[in-house]
């Protein structure tokens, strides 16, 4: 089988592996060309996924064409911040016949879409699939059993998914709620910056499970209030994510928070990364979309206010344990 994935991130680099590892013909697309060169000289991606080899059958390159031409499959992992004009570049060389996967986390800035309903609209596709789940790129380079979930309307394409993706160490299940799974994706970034944040100002393990489990209740309500199944919530695109970005040592954004629990300010933290932290971003999106939509995103507000009005950590702190008292 013949497997583009667009984006040379952390993330598309693990899925090319994975793929290229179970013996399909996969090419790898970098926006740029610079980098691309540099990556086919030393056969690594040191940038986004340091220490892992790339197979010299691993096709690398800038040129959209190419990489997506006579493609089955076509997988999709810029961050979402540039997701749309990357989209927009690959107009009319993406079509309907393949099968189009998206594995990027959160919302469009301007449009407050799903990345899924994004790749629809701009290739005039009729499904993309997401793909999401408790899945740190660095453990599955490295061949850690991981599982994740398959989302679309469209049951036999999550399914196709689920056939092409699974094997020994990475275990596919399927949704037809990819609301659910994009949105559990694009919140949970968010959280973990304030479960960051609450580390990095060295609180403990009490205050980690109090963010973790309302700010569960805050996806769901979320979810719910954007069309998607507040069960979903419940699986890997939802809790088992939030599980993951909020304890691990691999997460970018909870790195994020930590800093800005320590006191640092947002633009030296962000001036001093490669790496996307897509809760920034995110953080924006879910705090102007819960206004609209009416829901109470207490935790993800203050995550934006650390982030965007210059909030400090114990002014948040403190707004968070004096507001009203209420039912669970
Ligand atoms: N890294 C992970 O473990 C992981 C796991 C699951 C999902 N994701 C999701 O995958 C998506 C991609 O994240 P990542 O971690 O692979 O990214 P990354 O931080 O590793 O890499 C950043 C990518 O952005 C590209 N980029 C930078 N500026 C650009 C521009 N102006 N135009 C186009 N592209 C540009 C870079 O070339 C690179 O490919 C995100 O939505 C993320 O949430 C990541």
Redesign the pocket.
């Given at each position: 089988m013949k497997i583009a994935v667009i984006?040379?991130?952390?993330?598309?680099?693990?899925n090319a592996l994975l793929l290229a590892g179970y013996g399909h013909a996969v090419s790898l697309w970098?926006?740029?060309p610079e980098?691309i060169e540099e990556m086919r000289r030393t056969r690594r991606n040191d940038k986004?996924?340091k220490g892992v080899a790339l197979p010299e059958s691993l096709v690398l390159t800038s040129d959209r064409a190419a990489a997506v031409s006579g493609a089955d499959v076509v997988v999709l992992?810029?961050?979402?911040k540039?997701f749309a004009?990357?989209m927009e570049g690959f107009k009319g060389l993406v079509t309907n016949g393949q099968l189009v996967v998206s594995?990027?986390?959160?919302l469009c800035e301007k449009t407050n879409k799903r990345m899924t309903e994004l790749a629809q609209e701009i290739l005039g596709l009729s499904n993309v699939v997401a793909l999401?789940g408790p899945?740190?790129?660095?453990e599955v380079a490295r061949g850690i059993p991981t599982a994740i979930v398959a989302a679309c309307a469209d049951e036999a394409a999550a399914k196709r998914v689920q056939k092409i993706w699974s094997g020994p160490t990475f275990r596919v299940y399927t949704s037809r709620d990819p609301v659910g799974v994009e949105i559990g994706?694009a919140v949970k970034?968010v959280l973990a910056i304030a479960v960051g944040c609450s580390d990095g100002m060295g609180f403990g393990d009490n205050t980690r499970a109090a963010l973790i489990t309302r700010g569960l209740a805050e996806m769901k309500r979320f979810v719910f209030a954007y069309g998607g199944a507040p069960e979903t919530v419940g699986g890997l695109a939802g809790v088992g994510d939030l599980i993951v970005t909020c304890t691990s040592v691999?997460s970018r954004n909870h790195f994020v928070g930590e800093r800005l629990g320590r006191g640092e300010k947002i633009d030296d933290i962000l001036g001093s990364m490669?790496?996307?932290a897509?809760g920034v971003w995110n953080a924006k999106v879910v705090h102007d979309l819960a206004a609209k939509l009416g829901v109470e995103m207490p935790i993800c507000n203050l995550v934006y206010a650390l982030c965007y009005e210059n909030y400090n950590a114990a002014d948040a702190v403190s707004a968070m344990m004096n507001r009203d008292l209420k039912s669970e």
């Amino acid at each position: 089988m013949k497997i583009a994935v667009i984006g040379d991130g952390g993330w598309g680099t693990a899925n090319a592996l994975l793929l290229a590892g179970y013996g399909h013909a996969v090419s790898l697309w970098g926006a740029f060309p610079e980098y691309i060169e540099e990556m086919r000289r030393t056969r690594r991606n040191d940038k986004f996924l340091k220490g892992v080899a790339l197979p010299e059958s691993l096709v690398l390159t800038s040129d959209r064409a190419a990489a997506v031409s006579g493609a089955d499959v076509v997988v999709l992992a810029p961050p979402s911040k540039y997701f749309a004009p990357v989209m927009e570049g690959f107009k009319g060389l993406v079509t309907n016949g393949q099968l189009v996967v998206s594995l990027t986390k959160g919302l469009c800035e301007k449009t407050n879409k799903r990345m899924t309903e994004l790749a629809q609209e701009i290739l005039g596709l009729s499904n993309v699939v997401a793909l999401a789940g408790p899945t740190h790129a660095e453990e599955v380079a490295r061949g850690i059993p991981t599982a994740i979930v398959a989302a679309c309307a469209d049951e036999a394409a999550a399914k196709r998914v689920q056939k092409i993706w699974s094997g020994p160490t990475f275990r596919v299940y399927t949704s037809r709620d990819p609301v659910g799974v994009e949105i559990g994706g694009a919140v949970k970034n968010v959280l973990a910056i304030a479960v960051g944040c609450s580390d990095g100002m060295g609180f403990g393990d009490n205050t980690r499970a109090a963010l973790i489990t309302r700010g569960l209740a805050e996806m769901k309500r979320f979810v719910f209030a954007y069309g998607g199944a507040p069960e979903t919530v419940g699986g890997l695109a939802g809790v088992g994510d939030l599980i993951v970005t909020c304890t691990s040592v691999h997460s970018r954004n909870h790195f994020v928070g930590e800093r800005l629990g320590r006191g640092e300010k947002i633009d030296d933290i962000l001036g001093s990364m490669q790496m996307v932290a897509e809760g920034v971003w995110n953080a924006k999106v879910v705090h102007d979309l819960a206004a609209k939509l009416g829901v109470e995103m207490p935790i993800c507000n203050l995550v934006y206010a650390l982030c965007y009005e210059n909030y400090n950590a114990a002014d948040a702190v403190s707004a968070m344990m004096n507001r009203d008292l209420k039912s669970e």
